[in-house]
């Protein structure tokens, strides 16, 4: 919707070159908040590290995994999303994810989300795409996303957009932000050294690679 000025009639192209449903992962990240508060209230979770950005998952795994116990169990909301289509709307097929993101890659192949998704696609290249290929969109008819409305969720992409959706349900709660390559890493770093000293730690880590969110 950010991304393409016309983004129905993005969706109308995609529709007439065979897809059959487009969901909009906002509606996930609904899911996903649903999933976190759960798990905080059922599991009394003392911190938790929040995990849609797979680049910080993967710096975890390879560089921090001490810290994977405190990695949130509940999935992205691309995966949400697609657990959604295929677990409860029964869509068959292959499931491709439009995001401006090449790191989702690693999360789609990783054995943790079991295959759901199949491809990864970014806006760069799909705007390559339809350059190359002298696609006009605007002539295409004007599609809406396949699934009823979400909530709060069209935050979550943005910076602190997690933080602001569990601070509309959970009040008071202490929701660390953190954006951006020069201060992700080293705050988790810290994280872990903190821990280890049993000082205070954040109910929930918003942390995310890109400086400005998705």
Same mark, same amino acid.
């Given at each position: $919707? ?19 449903? +487009? ?6 990240? @609904? ?24 680049? $910080?998952?993967?710096? #975890? ?7 994977? @116990? ?11 999303? /697609? #657990? ?6 029964? #869509?068959?097929?292959? *499931? ?5 993101? +090449? /790191? ?31 696609? @006009? *969109? ?9 699934? *009823? @409305? ?24 202490? #929701?660390?932000? *953190? ?27 918003? $942390? ?7």
């Amino acid at each position: $919707i950010v991304n393409f000025n016309e983004h129905k009639k993005l969706l109308g192209f995609l529709k007439k070159s065979g897809v059959n449903f +487009i969901y909009d992962v906002s509606f996930g990240a @609904d899911i996903t908040i649903w999933a976190y508060l759960k798990t905080m209230s059922e599991n009394k979770a003392d911190t938790i590290i929040a995990q849609p950005c797979p680049s $910080i998952v993967n710096y #975890i795994q390879k560089h921090q995994p001490e810290l994977l @116990d405190k990695l949130a169990p509940v999935q992205s909301p691309m995966i949400c999303t /697609a #657990i959604y289509m295929k677990k409860y709307k029964k #869509i068959e097929g292959d *499931i491709a994810f439009l995001s401006p993101c +090449i /790191a989702k890659a690693d999360e789609i192949n990783d054995k943790n989300t079991y295959g759901y998704v199949k491809y990864n696609v970014t806006f760069k290249k799909l705007t390559e795409y339809l350059e190359t290929n002298k696609i @006009d *969109i605007s002539k295409y008819e004007e599609i809406d996303f396949d699934h *009823i @409305d979400c909530g709060l969720g069209f935050l979550f992409s943005r910076p602190g957009g997690l933080k602001e959706n569990i601070e509309a349900r959970l009040k008071d709660a202490w #929701i660390r932000q *953190i954006n951006g390559p020069h201060h992700s890493y080293s705050y988790l770093e810290d994280y872990n050294k903190n821990i280890k000293m049993n000082k205070q730690m954040p109910l929930v880590v918003d $942390i995310l690679n890109c400086t400005y969110g998705c």
